[in-house]
């Protein structure tokens, strides 16, 4: 699928990011085309200039597809396209949905019934009894626990989750083939047979202190509300819990 494959090489071109790539898409029509064009075409598109042009000019030969692919098939990842019947629903209605996800495990439809649990790393005792008590009475109604796989609350609503026999989707902040926390290692190779990891980054690409709030707004999307557990005021959970007002979703603390 050569539309697929040049969109694994704008996904992982320095800098280029959702919003970007969306507006190269518009101008263009297709990934292939993108790639196609020359320095003066594309430091025509809005929010390019000549910076980002010479990036795309620079790393489009750097990038390697096929090796992508390969790698994330014997790691049991699905690359879906936007456009794939695969790709989660709840993603699209975000203004900068990414074009190519990373899953391993499987979305179902049911997951739409589901509700995102965030918060501090640092938990009290009485922010983990919220949250086992919580997904203990969510248990009854069969819904999806969405978090970020971090330290604290994230793990806590992972591991309740399954604990309790919920299906539970894990949002990363790198790639699928990282693990990050490595504390979590077990967590995250544990979930993919009792829901899902979804990522939109290359498949071996590192965390960094711009792809966490860049996860925050897809942990937002996917579910019907989000719930705050203890969070300092300028925290990712609270990133996320805009993320989700944004999307007219509701909020809960």
């Keep these: 699928n050569k539309e697929l494959e040049s969109l694994i090489i704008l996904n992982g071109i320095p800098d280029l990011g959702p919003v ?9 029509s297709s990934a292939e085309n993108v790639l196609n064009a020359s320095y003066e075409e594309l430091k025509q598109v809005e929010s390019i200039g000549p910076f980002i042009a010479k990036n795309i000019l620079n790393f489009k030969t750097k990038i390697e597809p096929k090796k992508e692919i390969d ?26 949905a990414p074009k190519i996800v990373y899953i391993k495990g ?5 997951d739409f019934l589901s509700i995102s649990i965030v918060g501090t790393r640092k938990p009290t005792s009485y922010g983990k009894l919220v949250v086992e008590n919580l997904i203990k ?15 604290g609350i994230d793990t806590l609503a ?17 790639g699928i083939g990282i693990y990050y926390p490595s504390a979590n290692k077990f967590l995250q190779d544990k979930i993919p047979s009792c829901g899902t990891l979804i990522s939109e980054f290359p498949f071996k690409s ?16 996917l579910s019907l509300g989000t719930l705050v557990i203890e969070a300092d005021i300028k925290s990712g959970a609270i990133i996320t819990a805009k ?8 909020v809960f603390a």
């Design 20 to 28: 970007r790539i969306n507006k190269l898409l518009q101008y263009f």
């Design 137 to 151: 009475e969510l248990s009854e109604y069969n819904i999806t626990i969405i978090s970020g796989l971090a330290y």
């Design 106 to 110: 499987e979305i179902k439809k049911t």
């Design 71 to 96: 790698i994330a098939t014997k790691n049991k990842t699905d690359i879906i396209l936007y456009n794939d019947t695969r790709y989660p629903t709840m993603l699209k209605y975000l203004p900068d």
């Design 206 to 221: 590192k965390p960094s202190k711009t792809t966490f709030p860049q996860r925050n707004r897809i942990i937002a999307a």
């Design 158 to 174: 992972h591991e309740f989750a399954i604990k309790n026999e919920l299906r539970t989707i894990a949002v990363l902040g790198n």
């Design 243 to 250: 993320f989700a007002l944004d999307l007219g979703k509701d």
